[in-house]
């Protein structure tokens, strides 16, 4: 089946620092990825969309300068989180939808604790 | 944008009892509607998904109904088992013509389902 394989499972890192999360998807082509964050207890929610070769699309809110969404190939998704605050510390989730699935397929998520 | 709203957020049930999981959604072009499943610190997994040309479908023990002109969606799962507790998450998402691009999903809220042996 689709697989979009999600690196670091988790991070903890130094408040001020940043941090890369990858997603790639193993046997098809993201032309799109989503990017969601999950506080505890709580809902998904989606931070952007990021398309291949173009620039993401920021959901309300969401501030791109320090979300940094990088699709520059059609199996690589990236979110940088930058300058990272305690405030920052979330699960952190992409997914795409391949064309022949019927539906999305998620990544495994990234946990990041930033102290 | 489109708005799911989910309820209840907790139900508890005893083992072989009957859940049902209630979403409404606000976007009338909405037409997929996915229910997910989620265990602690781990990804979403799709359980049963209905498209909006449809009414109802099952699979074993899971259902989904969809009443497109109330706008509202809900899980139905029989014959409960301990292993059925998790957080459970409806979700809406508008798929284009011939089901080959779909846009970003909403989730709703979650409900945490607890089975009692």
């Known amino acids: 089946g689709a697989v979009v394989s999600q690196h670091p499972s988790w991070v903890i890192c130094k408040s001020g620092t940043s941090v890369k999360i990858e997603c790639r998807s193993l046997d098809f082509q993201a032309t799109t990825m989503f990017w969601y964050r999950q506080f505890p207890k709580q809902s998904l929610m989606l931070m952007a969309t990021s398309n291949e070769g173009s620039k993401a699309t920021y959901e309300q809110g969401v501030e791109k300068d320090k979300f940094l969404i990088n699709h520059a190939s059609l199996t690589l998704s990236t979110l940088t989180v930058t300058s990272a605050h305690p405030e920052d510390s979330s699960f952190y989730i992409c997914?795409?939808?391949?064309?022949?699935?019927?539906?999305?397929?998620f990544g495994s998520g990234t946990r990041l604790t930033v102290v | 944008g489109e708005n799911v709203e989910q309820h209840p957020s907790t139900l508890s049930v005893q083992e072989g009892d009957s859940a049902v999981i209630k979403c409404t959604y606000s976007d009338s072009a909405s037409n997929y509607f996915p229910w997910y499943k989620q265990e602690l610190g781990k990804r979403p997994q799709l359980i049963i998904d209905i498209r909006s040309n449809v009414g109802e479908k099952k699979d074993q023990r899971i259902a989904v109904t969809l009443n497109k002109t109330a706008k509202h969606f809900s899980l139905h799962i029989t014959e409960t088992q301990p292993e059925d507790s998790a957080v459970y998450f409806c979700?809406?998402?508008?798929?284009?013509?011939?089901?080959?691009?779909?846009?970003?999903?909403?989730f709703g809220q979650g409900t945490i389902l607890t089975v009692h042996p």
């Open positions: 979700a809406a998402s508008i798929a284009r013509a011939g089901g080959t691009s779909y846009g970003k999903l909403t």
């Open positions: 997914s795409a939808r391949p064309a022949r699935a019927g539906g999305y397929t």
